[in-house]
């Protein structure tokens, strides 16, 4: 099969621990530990979130006197695709000894007229008391929004129109390599009517993208990896119940919070819906059972586990 994996932002930083390297690095190697048996059976492809990390660099840069302005988000997205892409890279290829694996830098094209421009709500960066995140939204300029009991920087996250560089991810699978690109869901650029590419200020959702990937590279499965076993029916109230197999209409027919888990159910409800392949959502420990059905959230056309179809390669476009 061919896979495509959405890696959550808690696979390398888990809400309260300090962002340094060595924290991240070895929450990592945790993740590529429960992602590389899949890769011995099937093509896979992962992306990765890239909240925590972009917010971080953009603290630094607000604070860095030394700069005339603070770097902007396409610039921001980029580092951090560069940082997360090499830990992968590594960690991948000492796990997958013998095995090619190549991280590889993407832009996001997106609309210049998205109404996301004007209404912000993509949460970066650290948490904060109330007081302290208006306090930063003062002293920079920045929009904050709660984030369950606490508040959080929120930026433009305009929808993927399509990912840049897919004829190359292509190229990569076909050679037997092992992809990770679209980081933080890719540096989010538009395109002027000369055609020519320029990054905008925003974060693109992960989530997202990969789903508009994994349907431009005929992908049979997208699994998106989180800290929860399922997805919720009434999260956060005494009725709360998991779902497990069920199809996008029904899944629809629920109500997720936009900025957390509604983006992951959007994303798989696309997926299925526009290529009649499988979406799961659930543990980052639980991959190989995603993809098997047996445990998560698991979305189909039917509300049926699919038999294992052998996956037809396309002439590369």
Same mark, same amino acid.
């Given at each position: ?5 959405? @890696?959550?932002?808690?696979? @390398?930083?888990?809400?309260?621990e300090?962002?340094d ?9 945790? &993740?590529?530990?429960? @992602?590389?048996?899949l ?6 492809? /992962? ?10 660099l953009?603290? $630094? ?14 610039? @921001?997205?980029?580092?951090t ?11 991948l ?18 609309a210049a ?14 948490v904060?008391?109330? &007081?302290e &995140? ?30 840049? $560089? ?14 990770v ?19 905008? $200020? ?22 998106l990896?989180?800290d929860?076993t ?12 998991? /779902? ?8 629809r027919?629920?109500?997720?919070? &936009? ?5 992951k ?14 979406a ?7 991959a ?7 445990t998560?959230?698991?979305v ?5 586990l ?8 396309? $002439?590369?476009?």
């Amino acid at each position: 099969m061919r896979v495509v994996v959405a @890696l959550g932002g808690n696979a @390398l930083l888990r809400r309260k621990e300090r962002p340094d390297a060595s924290v991240q690095l070895a929450n990592l190697r945790t &993740a590529v530990a429960a @992602l590389a048996p899949l890769a011995h059976h099937h093509e896979l492809v /992962i992306t990765h979130g890239n909240g925590p990390q972009v917010g971080v660099l953009a603290l $630094e840069s607000a604070a860095d006197h030394a700069l005339s302005r603070p770097y902007p988000f396409d610039v @921001l997205g980029a580092e951090t695709q560069g940082m997360i892409g090499y830990w992968l890279l590594q960690s991948l290829q000492n796990a997958l000894p013998g095995r090619q694996i190549c991280a590889l830098l993407n832009q996001t094209l997106v609309a210049a007229d998205d109404p996301a421009f004007d209404d912000p709500q993509k949460f970066v960066g650290p948490v904060h008391e109330r &007081a302290e &995140a208006e306090r930063l939204a003062a002293a920079h300029g920045w929009t904050v929004r709660r984030d369950g009991p606490h508040w959080r920087r929120v930026v433009p996250s305009p929808r993927p129109l399509c990912v840049v $560089e897919t004829r190359l991810i292509r190229l990569l699978l076909d050679s037997g390599a092992v992809a990770v690109c679209a980081g933080g869901g890719g540096v989010p650029v538009v395109r002027d009517a000369q055609g020519r590419l320029s990054g905008v $200020e925003a974060v693109v959702d992960k989530d997202l993208t990969a789903a508009l990937l994994a349907e431009a590279l005929d992908a049979d499965a997208l699994l998106l990896l989180t800290d929860v076993t399922h997805v919720e029916r009434g999260h956060g109230t005494p009725e709360a119940a998991p /779902i497990g197999l069920t199809t996008a209409a029904r899944l629809r027919s629920q109500r997720f919070a &936009a900025g957390s888990m509604g983006p992951k159910v959007d994303a798989a409800c696309r997926f299925v819906e526009r290529t009649g392949g499988l979406a799961a959502i659930g543990a980052l420990g639980d991959a190989q059972a995603l993809l098997d059905g047996a445990t998560g959230t698991v979305v189909t056309p039917g509300g049926r586990l699919p038999g294992r179809r052998p996956h037809v390669r396309r $002439e590369t476009r």
